[in-house]
């Protein structure tokens, strides 16, 4: 089963991946985490990334489905994969269809409003410990359970960061979405609910897609 896993910031598209790839044991591939690993390692790839994003550049189409392929030859496909980050335009998801053939799409979909309320929520340490207010809270408000140091809302969770970052999502899958939705193979899985109900969702309509 080959599959691909959109969904917006705050969704919990990340989560449920491995959620899904553990239990049904589809290995996952993220380019954005490949990019970050080659960045860290000084790779050749890395340095060449990290001067484009330097620049403010997205990764161009060519690259990121050159990576994607040479990690499709690293990986066991018996059991199908999943994809996590990609493809994010039109062009590499026509790119994709050349490499592979796609069986889902799930996309998880949060309401704008539950996307600002779960980022304005999050709040972030120094040493790097994160925090929910209402999820996963500290013990004393405002400070760190590990260092005891005040907890600070991180730059890209700010109001007007997160209201921009809506939209460039938005623009850039809308795209995507009605690609995916008119070959049939879309499914949509309401994302308001908490992460083990989204995982039920999705675990279930696996299972179902299983015994066709
Ligand atoms: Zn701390």
């Known amino acids: ?33 490949i990019f970050r690993r080659n960045i860290k390692n000084k790779t050749k790839l890395g340095i060449q990334i990290e001067h484009i994003l330097a620049k403010g550049h997205l990764v161009d189409d060519e690259i990121t489905v050159q990576v994607l392929k040479n990690e499709l030859k690293k990986t066991n496909l018996k ?6 980050g990609f493809p994010r335009t039109l062009h590499q998801a026509k790119m994709l ?21 779960r980022i304005s929520n999050r709040r972030t340490c120094k040493c790097g410990a994160t925090y929910h207010i209402k999820h996963n809270p500290p013990k004393k408000e405002g400070i760190c359970d590990k260092c005891k140091r005040k907890l600070f809302v991180r730059d890209d969770s700010k109001p007007a960061v997160v209201k921009n970052r809506i939209r460039v999502y938005k623009n850039k ?4 979405i009605e690609f995916y939705k008119e070959k049939k193979i879309l499914i949509n899985i309401n994302g308001n609910l908490a ?7 999705i675990s279930d309509k696996i299972i179902e897609l299983k015994k066709k």
């Open 1 to 33: 089963m080959n599959l691909i896993f959109f969904g917006i910031i705050g969704s919990g598209k990340g989560t449920q991946a491995e959620l899904i790839s553990n239990k049904f044991h589809i290995p996952i591939i993220s380019t954005g985490n």
């Open 173 to 176: 899958t809308e795209k995507l």
């Open 195 to 201: 992460i083990k109900e989204v995982f039920k969702q």
């Open 79 to 84: 059991k199908g994969i999943i994809l996590d």
């Open 97 to 117: 269809e050349h490499i592979l053939s796609i069986d889902h799409v799930f996309n998880i979909s949060l309401s704008e409003h539950e996307v600002r309320t």
